[in-house]
């Protein structure tokens, strides 16, 4: 008996652990490049989780124990009617970043190549498909270019719209390690100042929105100072005059759009000069990707780097943190509706690469529907089967009610999963149980390109099924062939063998496993983690200064919509507290994000009581000041909705989907007293679901998206507060 070396289902770090023989011990892995040994508390408890107390074990249809085969055969059969009555566009799979990739490949080439259908989406929508909107557009291809010992090398770490102490702990431990030894300068933009900020060198307090406006004033600035890399900025851009000169029109006056952010003009200057003196690493996360803007935020990011030729070098690039253990392994598939396997797009000659793969299959010639059309679709009666995987939609997706009356619309939902418990899996016709963490073997990616084995180490108990397993089950019985896999490592080795074939019709593309498409069962079992491309000597992306457009050059990209600078009013003073008192709207902007140590919707991590102690009741944090002028305290309920009056406040846009379908659902909380949050932003953990909540935090968020990436604004949710 030996160590078991398997990667932790929680982030996007993708830390490896270590367990031990009985299985009844857990520690770092010291060989993992993500990690060195070294974990953060969710980490070190992943055996605690375990087993789940609610695990579902045999499939069930309307609420009775079934077998596999009559399960298989009912799919069969109500996909394969849907499509020959409907058409391919009438069925659907929702995918999550708790998938491995040997899952997430079956599941897109029996959609996209079989089906004929790109209504393929996953999670990952809502959280990173900015990222990779903004990758696509700067890079040509959705690339993070550094790796995890940038934050090391570099000498300034900007984290923008991420709390890293709590949603990435081990990379945030490296980089404390670093200041320390080095002397690492670290600045956090964040609305709030959260665990992170709290411990940054600068923390910038901007309000939602307005890291776009920050980025292209930061750009401006470094242009009009001279702080520019001529030569790379000439060997390896186009777009910088056209982008320049867009911003100039929207943002002329410095000192005007600086003092609306909340910064004075040395403040800017002072920012302006820590990027021109210094190696510089900016990395973001949900605060940026979730908003209507964030995927032009990311481009005036990832623009500022290109002006200093910071982007493939040690010690700096922009880098985008990935929330999920394989949201990366995901992309790399094409489980996205944008995408094709290998980051194909749609065009004719990518479609006849992966038909000539895959014999037989029939590729559909354009994108599908994202997360927020797929399940709007669904609720207008387009879609009459969707399959639902290892995710949480009644809770994780904006706009509850619309959820809801989706999945009760479509006329098949089957969905998969290790508990029954879920808010989704109780409207579910068909429910499947799939092997969790511990039981299911695989790869997942992580944020820094770093591909890992995900082992196995306990036997399943019941009928739980690998999910690629029961997808080709599907697959076989609708008649498909090439579904055949004896195992995970089979599935893996046709990924890397379908990335060789890319790789070869276009040569610009980055992404390569091919040396692993001959790779023996043995050696898929021993794999070592090792980061794409694969036999790259260079850790780093971009190097050598060619991106992945044919002309090799990288993009300058001007925001599709131009910056605005939010600024909130301070709410009014209130001197008495009626019975029920509603503020102005306008006034509140409602953020959501990560507890330290819950999960999701708190599947794995809920029933955990030391992981329950940080935060053991959703709670409504609100700023001294919105306490004061509400008049509550500490424990008082407070009922928060969706704003009914689609009324400008200063400066603030408002949002198209206030003006029509206003949720009526209210959330009941007791208020908190919370000293990192500005006035005006209220926060609420994004974990409690219906469950806990009567539904999640998610029921008052709108479902607006960024209209280049479709990725769901989460953030600056605008808000009415009534004390109760
Ligand atoms: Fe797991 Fe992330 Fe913590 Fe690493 S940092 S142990 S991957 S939760």
């Known amino acids: 008996m030996r160590e078991v070396n398997t990667t932790c289902a929680y982030c996007g770090v993708g830390c490896g652990v270590s367990i031990a023989p009985d299985g009844k011990g857990v520690h770092g892995d010291a060989s993992h490049s993500a990690n060195l040994g070294r974990l953060c508390q969710k980490g070190e408890r992943l055996l605690d989780t375990l087993p789940l107390p609610s695990a579902m074990r045999y499939p069930r249809l309307?609420?009775?124990?079934?077998?596999?085969?009559?399960?298989?055969?009912?799919?069969?059969?109500?996909?394969?009617?849907?499509?020959?009555?409907?058409?391919?566009?009438?069925?659907?799979?929702?995918?999550?970043?708790?998938?491995?990739?040997?899952?997430?490949?079956?599941?897109?080439?029996?959609?996209?190549?079989?089906?004929?259908?790109?209504?393929?989406?996953?999670?990952?929508?809502?959280?990173?498909?900015?990222?990779?909107?903004?990758?696509?557009?700067?890079?040509?291809?959705?690339?993070?270019?550094?790796?995890?010992?940038?934050?090391?090398?570099?000498?300034?770490?900007?984290?923008?719209?991420?709390?890293?102490?709590?949603?990435?702990?081990?990379?945030?431990?490296r980089l404390l390690r670093a200041r320390e030894s080095r002397g690492t300068k670290i600045v956090v933009i964040d609305p709030r100042k959260t665990a992170?900020?709290?411990?940054?060198?600068?923390?910038?307090?901007?309000?939602?929105?307005?890291?776009?406006?920050?980025?292209?004033?930061?750009?401006?600035?470094?242009?009009?100072?001279?702080?520019?890399?001529?030569?790379?900025?000439?060997?390896?851009?186009?777009?910088?005059?056209?982008?320049?000169?867009?911003?100039?029109?929207?943002?002329?006056?410095?000192?005007?759009?600086?003092r609306a952010l909340g910064l004075s003009l040395p403040e800017l200057q002072k920012l302006v000069d820590l990027y021109r003196s210094n190696k510089v690493v900016t990395a973001f996360c949900q605060g940026v990707n979730q908003q209507v803007s964030g995927t032009d935020t990311i481009n005036a990011i990832i623009n500022c780097h290109l002006l200093l030729?910071?982007?493939?070098?040690?010690?700096?690039?922009?880098?985008?943190?990935?929330?999920?253990?394989?949201?990366?392994?995901?992309?790399?598939?094409?489980?996205?509706?944008?995408?094709?396997?290998?980051?194909?797009?749609?065009?004719?000659?990518?479609?006849?690469?992966?038909?000539?793969?895959?014999?037989?299959?029939?590729?559909?010639?354009?994108?599908?529907?994202?997360?927020?059309?797929?399940?709007?679709?669904?609720?207008?009666?387009?879609?009459?089967?969707?399959?639902?995987?290892?995710?949480?939609?009644?809770?994780?997706?904006?706009?509850?009610?619309?959820?809801?009356?989706?999945?009760?619309?479509?006329?098949?939902?089957?969905?998969?999963?290790?508990?029954?418990?879920?808010?989704?899996?109780?409207?579910?016709?068909?429910?499947?149980?799939?092997?969790?963490?511990?039981?299911?073997?695989?790869?997942?990616?992580?944020?820094e390109r770093t591909i890992s084995r995900q082992r196995a180490f306990r036997a399943p108990k019941g009928e739980a099924r690998a999910d690629w397993q029961a997808v080709c089950a599907l697959a076989q019985a609708m008649g498909y062939g090439g579904f055949d896999y004896p195992s995970a490592a089979a599935i893996f080795r046709e990924h890397a063998a379908l990335s060789s074939v890319v790789k070869g019709a276009f040569p610009e593309k980055h992404f390569d496993i091919s040396p692993l498409a001959t790779l023996s069962d043995e050696a898929y079992e021993a794999m070592a983690p090792l980061r794409w491309p694969v036999g790259a000597q260079e850790p780093r992306l971009f190097a050598d200064g060619r991106f992945a457009f044919k002309d090799g050059r990288a993009r300058f990209v001007p925001p599709a919509v131009m910056p605005s600078i939010p600024s909130i009013k301070a709410a009014p003073a209130i001197n008495e507290r009626p019975a029920?008192?509603?503020?102005?709207?306008?006034?509140?902007?409602?953020?959501?994000?990560?507890?330290?140590?819950?999960?999701?919707?708190?599947?794995?991590?809920?029933?955990?009581?030391?992981?329950?102690?940080?935060?053991?009741?959703?709670?409504?944090?609100?700023?001294?000041?919105?306490?004061?002028?509400?008049?509550?305290?500490?424990?008082?309920?407070?009922?928060?909705?969706?704003?009914?009056?689609?009324?400008?406040?200063?400066?603030?846009?408002?949002?198209p989907s206030e003006l029509k379908n206003v949720s009526k659902a209210e959330l009941f909380l007791p208020v908190k007293k919370d000293d990192s949050l500005k006035p005006g932003h209220p926060f609420v953990s994004m974990h409690w679901t219906g469950q806990e909540l009567g539904s999640g935090v998610n029921a008052v968020v709108a479902a607006e998206v960024d209209p280049i990436s479709r990725q769901p604004a989460f953030k600056g949710q605008k808000v009415r507060l009534s004390p109760l």
């Open 309 to 447: 030729g910071q982007i493939g070098k040690p010690g700096c690039g922009p880098f985008s943190l990935t929330g999920q253990p394989n949201a990366m392994g995901g992309r790399e598939v094409g489980a996205l509706a944008t995408q094709l396997a290998c980051h194909l797009s749609f065009g004719d000659a990518e479609r006849q690469l992966l038909h000539g793969f895959w014999p037989g299959s029939q590729l559909p010639d354009a994108p599908g529907l994202t997360a927020t059309e797929l399940f709007q679709a669904m609720a207008d009666g387009k879609i009459k089967a969707v399959w639902i995987m290892a995710t949480n939609p009644m809770v994780s997706l904006p706009d509850r009610e619309l959820v809801q009356r989706a999945l009760q619309t479509c006329p098949f939902v089957v969905v998969s999963d290790i508990t029954p418990d879920t808010d989704t899996a109780q409207l579910a016709d068909l429910l499947l149980p799939a092997l969790g963490w511990s039981e299911k073997s695989g790869t997942v990616t992580n944020s």
């Open 196 to 258: 992170t900020a709290a411990q940054a060198d600068w923390h910038i307090s901007l309000s939602p929105g307005g890291d776009l406006a920050l980025f292209s004033l930061l750009l401006l600035e470094l242009s009009r100072q001279g702080a520019v890399d001529p030569a790379y900025v000439e060997a390896h851009t186009q777009g910088l005059d056209a982008t320049l000169a867009s911003l100039d029109a929207a943002l002329a006056d410095t000192g005007a759009a600086a």
């Open 62 to 173: 309307h609420g009775k124990t079934t077998d596999w085969d009559s399960a298989i055969a009912l799919m069969a059969e109500r996909f394969s009617a849907a499509i020959r009555d409907h058409g391919p566009g009438s069925v659907a799979l929702y995918l999550s970043g708790q998938l491995l990739t040997e899952d997430y490949f079956v599941a897109n080439k029996l959609a996209k190549g079989f089906w004929g259908t790109a209504n393929v989406d996953t999670n990952s929508r809502l959280c990173m498909s900015a990222a990779v909107s903004a990758h696509q557009r700067a890079f040509g291809e959705d690339l993070v270019p550094g790796c995890y010992q940038d934050f090391e090398q570099a000498e300034l770490v900007v984290l923008v719209g991420s709390n890293a102490a709590w949603t990435h702990p081990v990379l945030f431990q």
């Open 580 to 655: 029920r008192l509603t503020l102005e709207p306008g006034n509140f902007q409602l953020n959501s994000g990560r507890s330290r140590d819950q999960w999701h919707t708190r599947s794995r991590t809920g029933h955990v009581a030391a992981l329950c102690r940080q935060e053991w009741e959703p709670q409504l944090y609100l700023a001294p000041k919105d306490m004061q002028a509400l008049a509550l305290k500490e424990g008082d309920l407070v009922a928060l909705a969706m704003q009914e009056q689609a009324e400008q406040a200063d400066g603030v846009a408002v949002k």
